[in-house]
C-alpha cells in the first residue's frame, strides 16, 4: 500500500477518481476541493478528519485507525465493509458532531465507537459489530409536527453492552439485533421495531416502550418493572416466557 500525497488525493477528489489501495495517513482533510470521493481498499491512521466536507462520501474496504471525525460532514456517505477498531489498542473510532444523516454503514466493524453528539437522523447500520460503542450523546431525531421520531436503523447488528443511556429513539428499527446487556437507561423506544431483537439482560430502568414491538424477542433479564412505560408493547408467546420468568410466572401454550 503507498502512501498518497496531498496533490494527487485532491487530484482524484476534482476529477471523481477512485482512490485504490492507498495509505491516506497524512491527508490534512480541511480545505477540500469540491468533489465527490470515493476510496477503495485504503488505510487512514491516527488522524483527525476535522470538518471535513465529505457529503455523498463513499469508503469501501478501508480501515479506519484510532481515527476521529470531530463535526466533519458526512451526510449520506456510505461506509461498506470498513473497520473503525484497533484490535491491538482495543479501540474504536471517535464521530464527535459528526453529520451522519442519511449515512450507511454496511457491514463494518464499529466496536467501541463513540458518537457524542453526532447527528444520526435517519442513519442506517446494516449488520455491523458495534459492541460496547457509545451512542450516549447521539441525535437520532427530528421534530415532526408535535412529535419528534428516529429513522435510524440498526437491522441485525452486535450492539452488545452497548450505552443508549438517554436516547431519543422512538420508532427506530432495531429488527434481529443483539442487545445483550446494552444500557438503554432513560431512553425512549416508543413504537420501537425490536423484533426478533436478543434484549437479554438489557438495563431499561426509566425507558419508555409504549407500543415497542418485542415479538420473537429474547427477553431473558429483561426487567419489565423497571421500564417508565410499557403500555402497547407487542409479545409473541416465545418472548413471554422469557419476561415473566423474574417474576415467577409460568407461561403455558393454549
Known amino acids: 500500500?503507498?502512501?498518497?500525497?496531498?496533490?494527487?488525493?485532491?487530484?482524484?477528489l476534482r476529477a471523481g477518481t477512485p482512490v485504490e489501495n492507498a495509505d491516506l495517513s497524512d491527508i490534512d482533510w480541511t480545505d477540500l476541493p469540491d468533489g465527490r470521493l470515493v476510496v477503495r481498499h485504503s488505510t487512514i491512521r491516527n488522524a483527525?478528519?476535522?470538518?471535513?466536507?465529505?457529503?455523498?462520501?463513499?469508503?469501501?474496504?478501508?480501515?479506519?485507525?484510532?481515527?476521529?471525525?470531530?463535526?466533519?460532514?458526512?451526510?449520506?456517505?456510505?461506509?461498506?465493509?470498513?473497520?473503525?477498531?484497533d484490535p491491538d489498542g482495543r479501540q474504536g473510532c471517535t464521530f464527535s458532531?459528526?453529520?451522519?444523516?442519511?449515512a450507511t454503514f454496511d457491514h463494518c466493524n464499529l466496536t467501541m465507537s463513540r458518537f457524542?453528539?453526532?447527528?444520526?437522523?435517519?442513519?442506517?447500520?446494516?449488520?455491523?459489530?458495534a459492541p460496547g460503542s457509545d451512542f450516549e450523546d447521539a441525535d437520532f431525531s427530528r421534530r415532526v409536527g408535535r412529535n419528534s421520531v428516529?429513522?435510524?436503523?440498526?437491522?441485525?447488528?452486535i450492539l452488545d453492552m452497548a450505552s443508549f443511556r438517554g436516547a431519543m429513539l422512538d420508532q427506530c428499527n432495531l429488527e434481529g439485533s443483539s442487545l445483550t446487556q446494552a444500557d438503554f437507561t432513560?431512553?425512549?423506544?416508543?413504537?420501537?421495531?425490536l423484533q426478533r431483537a436478543d434484549l437479554s439482560e438489557a438495563i431499561v430502568q426509566g425507558?419508555?416502550?409504549?407500543?415497542?414491538?418485542?415479538?420473537?424477542?429474547?427477553?431473558?433479564?429483561?426487567?419489565?418493572?423497571?421500564?417508565?412505560?410499557?403500555?402497547?408493547?407487542?409479545l409473541s408467546e416465545s418472548s413471554l416466557k422469557g419476561l415473566m420468568a423474574p417474576l415467577g410466572i409460568r407461561v403455558f401454550p393454549g
Open 207 to 234: 425507558a419508555e416502550f409504549e407500543r415497542a414491538d418485542l415479538r420473537e424477542a429474547n427477553l431473558t433479564g429483561f426487567k419489565l418493572l423497571d421500564l417508565k412505560s410499557r403500555s402497547g408493547i407487542k
Open 1 to 12: 500500500m503507498t502512501a498518497l500525497d496531498q496533490e494527487a488525493f485532491e487530484a482524484a
Open 48 to 85: 483527525v478528519i476535522d470538518d471535513a466536507p465529505l457529503e455523498g462520501a463513499v469508503f469501501e474496504h478501508c480501515t479506519f485507525l484510532r481515527c476521529s471525525f470531530p463535526v466533519s460532514r458526512l451526510s449520506q456517505a456510505r461506509f461498506i465493509q470498513c473497520s473503525f477498531y
Open 116 to 129: 457524542p453528539r453526532a447527528d444520526l437522523h435517519a442513519a442506517s447500520f446494516i449488520a455491523c459489530k
Open 97 to 102: 458532531g459528526t453529520e451522519l444523516d442519511h
Open 186 to 193: 432513560r431512553a425512549s423506544l416508543k413504537e420501537a421495531n
Open 150 to 157: 428516529a429513522l435510524v436503523t440498526f437491522s441485525e447488528c
